[in-house]
């Protein structure tokens, strides 16, 4: 009896750690194609880059003809490195040391090419909305998050338009 109790309880908590794995994972979604003009598509895709949350935003974004420029502001990088001694003699200690470091200071930009935008998709989690730009080898380019189903369209409908293909072509996507 205790077996079949085991086993019982074992298939109860596979299904439902199943149902937990379901819900937790982004789905994809087909987006509704809008029509833009040029100017809508350039404001559309500004205001989906710096309504994202604080720690995704970028400080700036400038659109060009041909791509989007990312700042994420300037950084520093410091590397350090210390040394330390500690000698004894009689009852007195003595300490001596040195330390070193080197300071970068760069710019954070991330270009994106439109014409290397492979792929734009849509996907629906939870209360918001995530883009992702991927390149032709697959890989992640960009997310963005959006928090308005009707803006998330519009994201990529500008894209579309902007990377010069027609938005109704979305599907292939």
Excluded: W
């Excluded at 819900?23 to 987006?31: E, N, R, S, V, Y």
């Excluded at 994106?112 to 991927?134: A, D, E, H, P, T």
Aim: proline content about 2%; overall charge positive.
């Amino acid at each position: 009896m205790g077996k079949k109790l085991m086993l019982s309880v074992r298939v109860v908590g596979i299904f439902f750690f199943a149902l937990i794995l379901s819900g937790c994972g982004a789905k994809l979604i087909l987006p509704t194609p809008v029509s833009l003009s040029h100017q809508e598509a350039v404001n559309v895709v500004e205001r989906a880059f710096m309504e994202q949350a604080e720690k995704h935003k970028p400080a700036n974004i400038e659109l060009t003809d041909k791509y989007v420029l990312l700042s994420y502001g300037v950084h520093t990088k410091t590397k350090g490195r210390g040394i330390g001694s500690l000698y004894a003699i009689h009852n007195t200690a003595f300490a001596t040391g040195s330390s070193s470091s080197i300071s970068r200071v760069y710019a954070k930009n991330k270009r994106i090419y439109f014409q290397s935008m492979y792929s734009i998709k849509l996907y629906s989690k939870r209360r918001y909305f995530i883009v992702l730009i991927k390149d032709e080898s697959g890989r992640v380019v960009e997310r963005i998050f959006i928090y308005s189903k009707a803006l998330a369209n519009r994201f990529v409908s500008a894209l579309m338009y902007l990377k010069g293909e027609d938005s109704s072509s979305i599907s292939q996507y």
